[in-house]
Each structure stands twice: as C-alpha cells, then as structure tokens.
C-alpha cells in the first residue's frame, strides 16, 4: 500500500525538508527570495510559480496538522495554542508577505502568455489581492480563533443514558430506537443541553458577525455577504442565483417531504408526527447497524470502493493504514466531520464522529469522494489548481455517496437492510435540501442587517422554518428548541456562506447518479476526467465534464428530485 503514498506525495525543491515552523522568521527568507526573484520571461514565470506553490503546500499542510490535532482532542490546551500560535503570529505575516507576491505576478507581462491552465488560478490571486486589506489582517486572526470557540463549547456537550456519558452524536443514536418512550427522553435531554449553551453561542455569533462586518467595510463593502462571495471566488452565479435556488426548492421540495412523511406517519400508526419519531424505521425495526467496529467499518468501505473502481479502496486503504483518519466519536472531540486536503503529502486526512450509524457510511461515502478528488488531482503542478471550489469539490463527494449506495450489499447481511439504508439516504437528500435553503438564506438575512437583535434573528430563522414547512411535525412544547436550531450548524460559526455549494452540488450528484443508472462505465470515466481536471476551468465546464448541467432553475430541479422520488417509490414498493 505504500506505492500510493509514494506516488503521491509531493518532493522538495525549494523549501529545506528538515524545516521547523515556530515562527515568521523561520520562513521569511523564502518570502524574500520569491519577492527578489526576477521574472524574466515565461518559463521563468512558471519557475516561480512552482516555488510558491511549493511554499503555500508546505505552510498550509503545517497548519491542516495542528488544526486537525487541535479538533482530536480539544481537552489538550498545548495543541489550541500550537494552532493559534499559526494563525495569530504567523499567518497575518504570511498574508501581507503573500499579497506582495500577488502583486508581482500580476505585475510581470509574461503572465499573458502562460498556458491556458493557468488562467483560472489567475483570476483567483487577482480576486485575492483586490479583496486585500492590512487593517483587516489582525482582525482576521482574531476571527479564526474565535471561531474555534464553537468546536470547543460543542465538544462538551454530553447527557448520560443509561448510566453512560454519551457525546451528542452517540446519543442521537438512540433517536432510531424502537421505543419511542425513550426517543423521547434521548430527545429531550439533548435539546436540554443545547439550551445550556444557546445564550452562549447566540452571543459568539453576534460577535463573528461584527468582526466580520467590520472587515467587509474596511475592504471598501456594505456588507460581510457581498464581501464573502467574493472571496469564496463565486465568478459563475450571484446572489441573484442563490435567491432563485431558494426559490426552487421552496416551490418542489415540501410537496415531495410532505408526502414521504404522511406514509411515515400512516406506517407508524401514530396521531401525530413528534420531532423523536423523524429517524425510526417505519415498521419500527432495530436502528441499522452497517459495522461493528472503525476496523470493520474500513473493511467494508474499502469493499464498496473497490466495487466502483479496485484503485478507489486501495486509497482508502491506505490513508487508514497510514494514519490519515480519526473515526470514532468520543468525548473531547469536536463535532463535524471533514476531508481535509493536505497540498504536500497529497494525501488527504478524513475527520468524522461515527457513533456506528447508517448516517457514518453516507459521511465517509462523502469524505471519501473528497479523498479521491485529491488523489486524482495530486498530479496538477500548482496548489491552485488543486484549491477546489466547493462547489466541485462537493460535487465529488455527494456523487460518491450516490454512486457507493449501489454497492452497500457489504454492510448488510441482507437485502431487505440494503432497502432500508437506500431509502434512507435518498429520502434524506431529499429533505436536506430545504435545509440547505433555508441555513443559506439566513446568512444572508443576518448580513445584510447586522445590527439585528437576538429577537429579529430567531424572527428571521423561524420566518424561513414556516416557508419550507410542511405542517407534518408537532413541535409543540418544543418551540424554543426549534427557534435555535441554526445553532446545530457548524459552517454558520466556522465557514460563514459554505453551505449552498452542497446543495448544488447534490443537484448535480443527483444527475451523475442518475446517469449512472443508464451508463456506469461512460459515468465512472465522466466523474474521474472531472477529479482529474481540479480547477484549471470555469464551474460550468467541470460540471459539463462529468456529464452534467450546472443549472438552478426550477424545472431543473423539479426533474431531479421528482427522480429521486420515483426511485423511492420503487423501493417501498419492493
């Protein structure tokens, strides 16, 4: 397995191996060497290029580590100061030293005449460097360690059931129990413990979003959305696009949810649906258990990976064996998961909190799309064309979860669970799309009024619940619980306007799966040219690569989810 790593990892030409990153000192002069070096004709540009690129891989790897350690255990204060040590003292450096080096390359006449590849990645460091401003540099800092404070308020939630201290996640387990007495009580005493800390995250919020105010008025903006679109490098939809997805799944989504939760009900026997009787089997079996433990849990997913592709398990494999996973939840341990591209080793670190759920195959399904995505990519020379818009680094991920599900038969023993955990997943894309909504729209309402009050944001949030609602679910006696229910979103604290981009993309998974279904070697070829690709072209030429519309419209999206339904309505009738 150690052929894949090799293959992958990325050699030193420029920055010392033996470096050791304690300070802005320690990696100035390779700043001052980019910044003297002189430009003289094309393929001293792509020189030049390359040892940035190299610099920015090492720099950003340094800092996945300590941020992925930091996230592992949030309880050892030596790993927090380790990452805030980076972004306090040493990134505010790296990013006046950087946008000097942006101004330089924009600066050199040669850059016309780089190959087209690099046209992309150009527009990005033009984008970047417009966006810059020093007065915004430490408040940027000050941000990102703010902005850990969720991970580490949220890794001390904990109820005890049973006896036993159960993180959230594990406890959420239970929400698929038989007994509905006691989903009950589970449901209570986690929305009982989020309570404890709403007034505290109420207040985090409120204090993110003035700093973040703040560095979009600096940077010559009215408000922080405007300014981090921008930034996210949002060049191929606007606002505009964003309002009209909102819209689209307004308008098809609550029917289709509507009518998967009257049969649930129906099935269930049940007067009314209760915010505990959302996750139970309809026919009230056993919550599924696809693994049995983390090993177990790899041995099958290297299985379903090398159904698709021998090559796809094998890189699984070997992240696993090489120590670029963190699985199992515990307590201590921040919430979330992630895949985070690691630009040297090319070798990218999976981060997740299993708790032995169907929902755990569907997030390393996700995280293992990611994964592949930077294998296939690691051959791409500069760091920008591996740094992925999410928009298609999600549409990776959620096709993986997609195209994995034909093979799920290696996590069950029988064909009737394989049914179950399709319905599952598939009902839940559905679903989740109207939260995507609804968490994107939000953020924009906050923003263009930040001076709101706690009053006029839990208005705002209960505003877009009702106009996605489909008036199934009695959350009487619960409303407060429901009226904070943003707070359960990592990306509103830690990656303000990073959520839309998985509704996109799951329209475009949707459409790969459904290609798939009619042609899987063509869309096994289509989905790798577009790993392959990274970002050397614009969103809506990658999206053509794999065989696809990049498109919001809502005829568009009412096709897609009215074929997700139809296959649905295939499995409950099996």
Same mark, same amino acid.
């Given at each position: 397995?150690?052929t ?45 290029m ?22 592992c ?50 527009r ?10 020093e ?96 930034? +996210? #490098? ?6 505009? !696009?964003?309002?009209?997805?909102? =819209?689209?799944?307004? *308008?098809? @989504? /609550? ?12 099935? +269930? #026997? ?6 505990? !009787?959302?996750?139970?089997?309809? =026919?009230?079996?056993? *919550?599924l @258990? /696809? ?5 177990d849990?790899?041995?099958?997913s ?53 708790a ?36 298609v ?25 394989v ?17 995507i ?11 263009e ?8 944001r ?6 877009l ?13 619960w ?7 943003w ?34 070697k ?9 790993l ?13 690569k ?29």
């Open positions: 397995m150690n894949v790593f090799e293959q992958a990892k990325q050699k030193r030409t420029f920055v010392s191996p033996t470096i050791s990153i304690d300070s802005w000192q320690s990696i100035q002069p390779y700043f001052e060497y980019l910044q003297n070096y002189e430009l003289t004709d094309v393929d001293s540009t792509i020189q030049w390359l040892k940035r690129s190299e610099l920015e891989a090492v720099l950003e790897e340094d800092l996945a580590w300590r941020y992925i350690k930091m996230n255990n949030t309880q050892d204060q030596n790993l927090a100061q380790s990452f805030q040590l980076f972004v306090s003292q040493i990134q505010p450096e790296v990013q006046k030293a950087s946008n000097s080096l942006d101004k330089k390359i924009l600066a050199s006449p040669y850059i016309s005449q780089l190959p087209k590849e690099y046209t992309i990645a150009l990005d460091i033009a984008n970047r460097e417009s966006l810059f401003c007065a915004n540099v430490p408040i940027i800092a000050e941000l990102q360690q703010q902005e850990q404070e969720y991970g580490v308020i949220n890794s001390k939630m904990t109820v005890h059931i049973d006896g036993q201290e159960k993180t959230l996640q594990q406890a959420a387990v239970y929400l698929k129990s038989t007994d509905r007495a006691l989903r009950k009580q589970v449901f209570e005493q986690i929305s009982e413990r989020r309570m404890i800390d709403a007034e505290a995250l109420q207040q985090l919020l409120t204090d993110l979003i003035t700093k973040r105010h703040t560095i979009a008025c600096n940077a010559g903006y009215k408000n922080y959305r405007d300014y981090k679109l921008q930034e +996210l #490098g949002r060049f191929d939809y606007t606002k505009e !696009d964003c309002f009209a997805f909102h =819209d689209s799944i307004r *308008a098809c @989504v /609550p029917p289709i949810v509507k009518e998967i939760q009257r049969k649930r009900l129906a099935t +269930l #026997g049940y007067e009314s649906l209760k915010p505990w !009787d959302t996750e139970v089997d309809t =026919d009230n079996k056993p *919550a @258990v /696809p693994f049995t433990s983390i090993d849990f790899i041995r099958k290297v299985a379903c990976f090398n159904s698709l592709n021998p090559s796809y398990g094998e890189y699984l494999q070997t992240m696993y064996s090489q120590g670029y996973m963190d699985l199992e939840s515990r307590v201590g341990k921040a919430p979330g998961g992630f895949n985070y591209p690691l630009y040297e080793s090319n070798m990218p670190f999976i981060y997740m909190n299993a032995g759920t169907i929902r755990d195959v569907e997030t390393l399904m996700h995280e293992g799309g990611h994964a592949l995505h930077s294998f296939f990519s690691s051959h791409l020379p500069l760091v920008e064309f591996k740094s992925l818009p999410s928009e680094a999600e549409l990776a991920s959620m096709s993986m979860e997609l195209l994995s599900m034909e093979h799920w038969d290696v996590f069950f023993d029988n064909a009737e669970d049914k179950r955990a399709k319905i599952s997943q598939l009902e839940g894309i559905i679903s989740i799309l109207s939260w909504a609804i968490v994107d729209e939000f953020q924009h309402r906050l923003y009024n930040p001076y709101h009050t706690i009053e006029e839990t208005h705002i949030w209960m505003q619940l009702e106009s996605h609602e489909t008036h199934m679910i009695d959350w009487q006696g409303e407060h619980v429901r009226a904070v229910s707070q359960k979103q990592l990306h509103i604290y830690e990656v303000p306007f990073y959520y839309i981009e998985y509704g996109i993309a799951q329209l475009g998974a949707i459409a790969i799966w459904k290609n798939y279904k009619h042609n899987s063509e869309t096994i070829k289509q989905y790798e040219n577009m392959r690709t990274g970002y050397t072209c614009t969103i809506p030429e990658i999206y053509a794999a065989g696809i519309q990049f498109s919001f419209t809502q005829e568009y999206v009412s096709d897609l989810l009215q074929y997700v339904y139809s296959e649905l309505q295939v499995l409950y009738s099996h």
